[in-house]
C-alpha cells in the first residue's frame, strides 16, 4: 500500500489522520507527508460561525487576500458536501468580484447564459416569445450588438419545425452554432467572457450528448422532448463532475462537491459547513440505508469522504 502523499504537506496529513482515525475496521495505514512544500503555522485554519453568510464572507474576504498575494484563483477550490449552498456560495462570491464556475452539470443550467442558451429551443419550440427570448440574452453579462441580436432571431424566425421532414434536417447542435456566430461572442481577453465561453461550451456538450441518443426521433418531436429534457431532467441528469475537465478552464475559483474534487490538486481548499446534518449529511426520513447498514458504517463513509 502506497504510504506516502507527495501532494499535502505535513499540516494536511495530521488533520486527515486525526478524522480518519475515529473509523473502525478499516486497515492500518499510516500515511506520512511526501510534499516538497514546507507546513508553515497557518498554513490550516479552523473558523467557526453561527451563520452561513458570515462563514461565506469570510472565505470570500480570505480569497481576495489570498488573490493578492499572487495566488491564481483557478488553484483555489470551495468544496461542498452538497449542493443546496453553492448558490450562497455564488452570489457572495460575485459580490466581492471574484470570478468563479461551478463544476459538473448540474447547476450549469441555471447561470444566465444557459437560460439564454435554452431560450433558444424554448422559442423554435413556441414555449416564449422573440421578444423573451431577446431580452434573456441582453441579460447575459456580455456587450452584445443588439442588430446582431436581432438578426440572430431573424435567422431562428425562418426554422419551422413542422415543416422539417427529415430527422437529419433538424440538427440542434447546427442551430445553437450558427446563432452564436451571428451574435459574435469571442474572446475578448477578460475573464468574465472566459467563464462565458466555457459555460457555453458544456451547454454544446449536452445538446451532443441528447442528439447521439435522438437523433433519429422525428423533427417535431425531438425538438419538444429536448425543450422537455431542458426544463424536467438535464439539470439531474448527469452524475458529480462531468464535463467537468472537458475544456480549457478559466482562471476563476472553483466550487464543487467533495466527490468531484476527487483527484484533482489546489493551493488553497475551503470546506464550508461542517456542521451536524450537513458533512456528515443529513439522515432523511423514512426508510433509509441504515435500515439495512449499520449506522456506523454510514458514519465511517463521510469520515472516509473528508480523508
Known amino acids: 500500500m502506497l504510504d506516502k502523499d507527495y501532494r499535502s504537506t505535513a499540516g494536511i496529513v495530521d488533520v486527515a489522520k486525526r478524522v ?45 487576500k489570498l488573490h493578492e498575494i499572487g495566488i491564481p484563483y483557478s488553484e483555489i477550490a470551495i468544496l461542498l458536501r452538497k449542493r443546496k449552498v453553492s448558490s450562497k456560495v455564488a452570489d457572495m462570491l460575485e459580490s466581492y468580484d471574484i470570478p468563479f464556475v461551478v463544476e459538473g452539470v448540474n447547476d450549469l443550467f441555471y447561470t444566465k447564459e444557459c437560460q439564454a442558451a435554452k431560450g433558444i429551443y424554448d422559442y423554435l419550440n413556441g414555449d416564449i416569445s422573440a421578444t423573451e427570448l431577446f431580452k434573456s440574452w441582453l441579460d447575459v453579462e456580455y456587450n452584445l450588438d443588439k442588430k446582431e441580436l436581432a438578426d440572430a432571431l431573424q435567422y431562428l424566425a425562418t426554422i419551422d419545425v413542422k415543416e422539417i421532414k427529415m430527422y437529419s434536417d433538424l440538427n ?136
Open 172 to 307: 440542434l447542435q447546427g442551430i445553437y452554432h450558427e446563432f452564436l456566430k451571428r451574435i459574435s461572442i469571442v474572446e475578448d481577453g477578460s475573464l468574465q467572457t472566459e467563464i462565458l465561453l466555457y459555460n457555453l461550451g458544456k451547454f454544446s456538450q449536452v445538446i451532443a450528448d441528447y442528439e447521439v441518443i435522438n437523433y433519429t426521433l422525428k423533427p417535431k418531436t425531438k425538438l419538444n422532448n429536448f425543450c422537455s429534457f431542458l426544463h424536467y431532467t438535464a439539470a439531474q441528469y448527469y452524475p458529480e463532475g462531468y464535463l467537468t475537465n472537458s475544456y480549457a478552464k478559466p482562471d476563476a475559483v472553483s466550487i464543487m462537491t467533495i466527490h468531484q474534487s476527487k483527484g484533482l490538486e489546489f493551493a488553497a481548499v475551503f470546506i464550508p459547513q461542517l456542521n451536524k446534518n450537513f458533512f456528515p449529511a443529513q439522515r432523511v426520513g423514512g426508510k433509509g440505508i441504515w435500515h439495512v447498514i449499520d449506522k456506523t458504517w454510514i458514519t465511517n463513509s463521510e469520515r472516509s469522504m473528508r480523508y
Open 20 to 64: 480518519i482515525i475515529n473509523n473502525n475496521n478499516r486497515l492500518y495505514k499510516s500515511i506520512v507527508s511526501g510534499c516538497a512544500t514546507k507546513y508553515d503555522i497557518g498554513d490550516l485554519a479552523y473558523e467557526e460561525y453561527s451563520d452561513i453568510d458570515d462563514e461565506i464572507e469570510f472565505i470570500a474576504k480570505r480569497i481576495v
